[in-house]
Each structure stands twice: as C-alpha cells, then as structure tokens.
C-alpha cells in the first residue's frame, strides 16, 4: 500500500515568512495529492491539492509542487500570517479505480511567530 | 461547515461495549469515507463506501463495521471496545470517485473516549 512521509513534524516561522512542507509518497500509481489544514480541536479542511498531470498550482499565498520522477510534493505558504498557524496534513491516493481513501502523512505543526 | 454531519459530537462509553456513530455526507455526495485519529497512529482510512457498496477497506480492525444505507447516510460500528480505540473518528464525503470527483470533505469528528 501507499506510505506517505511528512517533514518537518514542527516548523516555526516569523510572521511574514514562507513556509515550506515536504512529503514523499512511495506508490507511483498515485495520482491525486491534497493538503488539508486542521485547527486544534477541528476537522481538516481541504486547502488545495494537485493532480499528477501539472507540476504547480497556486491559490494567492499557497502552492503546492509535485514531482512525480522523484515521488516528492510540497505545499508553500508565503507571506505567513497568524492564522496560519495550524496542523498540516499531506495525503496521496490513486483516483480512478474507484477505491481512492487517502492515505495522510504524520502532519506538521506550524506556528507563525510574532 | 462542511456540510458533512456527525453524530455524537462526543461519545464516552466502557471497555467491551459497543458504539455506533453517524454520519450524513454533503448533498449528492455519493462517496463516504470513514477516518481515525490519534495521537500516535494519526490519520488512518478505515473505509470507504460509494453508493451503498463498499468501495475500499483500509486499516479497520475486524472489531470494527460500517455501512451506507439507501439515503446515503453511513453508521460506523465499534465493538468489544479497547482502552486504544479512544480517538477523534472523521466521516468525510466526496461526489463520487474518479479523477475528477475526489475532493474530500470532512465532518466535525466524533471523540470516543473509552474508560
């Protein structure tokens, strides 16, 4: 099955910085890569994600990358702001064979310094 | 909100006992998909169902059961319960499956603790 991996478990930045969140995924039949942001307390919320068929997308302060030859995708947030500061997960699954439950990485704590 | 309904919100029960939650995916959410989430093993699929058949099964303990009924809403059944099945239990819905249908929507969670 599919093992995702996630770095750093915690990252702490200055307000105002980027941050920068790496997963690894080991099952090159995935094919659909999103990240989710969960506050203390609450539900993960889908904050973007990537399709194996483009390498970038962006939403204002947030992109996401993905390179498929070396199994590797991460999620950039620029110009941080307090509340960003939250558990992120990335996750992977293949879409398409009607089976598609995510498999999620460990998740990394970010705080956002002031 | 999500649209993505649980019930309880929280449930407290004891060792050997067995529990039901509830879980009412977004309108014309075809796809259900049940999660687990402690704080060693974090977020782990358990399984997934897609218009009342199930679709995928991931790390579900045999103690453990679901099943979407004809209105599309899912129950998950826990029994024999375990002190270590205490955790945040997360339904999340989705149009269907394929490439296209695959965003994922999460409910509010349900925190079973077990005594």
């Known amino acids: 099955g599919e093992n995702v991996e996630q770095h750093p478990s915690t990252l702490s930045v200055q307000e105002g910085d980027s941050a920068v969140i790496k997963c690894t995924y080991s099952?090159?039949?995935?094919?659909?890569f999103p990240w989710y942001k969960q506050e203390l307390g609450k539900r993960p919320q889908l904050i973007i994600d990537?399709?194996?068929?483009?390498g970038e997308k962006k939403d204002q302060r947030i992109a996401v990358t993905l390179n498929k030859t070396a199994k590797h995708f991460s999620l950039h947030i620029t110009e941080t702001q307090p509340e960003d500061s939250a558990v992120y997960f990335c996750?992977?699954?293949?879409?398409?064979?009607?089976?598609?439950?995510?498999?999620f990485g460990k998740g990394t704590h970010l705080i956002i310094q002031p | 909100d999500s649209g993505v309904t649980q019930t309880p919100k929280h449930l407290i029960t004891a060792t050997g006992q067995r529990v039901t939650l509830r879980c009412s995916p977004r309108?014309?959410?075809?796809?259900v998909y049940w999660y687990q989430q402690s704080l060693d093993q974090g977020l782990q699929f358990l399984i997934q169902y897609y218009n009342g058949e199930e679709r995928a099964k991931g790390n579900i303990l045999e103690r453990f059961s679901a099943q979407q009924f004809p209105d599309l809403h899912s129950e998950l059944n826990l029994s024999s319960l375990e002190l270590g099945d205490s955790a945040l239990y997360f339904c999340?819905?989705?149009?269907?499956?394929?490439?296209?249908?695959?965003?994922?929507?999460f409910g509010q969670g349900t925190r079973l603790t077990v005594v």
């Open positions: 999340a819905s989705s149009v269907g499956t394929g490439p296209v249908n695959t965003e994922a929507f």
């Open positions: 996750a992977a699954t293949y879409s398409g064979g009607g089976a598609d439950g995510l498999t």
């Open positions: 990537i399709r194996s068929n483009v």
């Open positions: 099952d090159s039949a995935s094919n659909y």
């Open positions: 309108s014309g959410d075809l796809s």
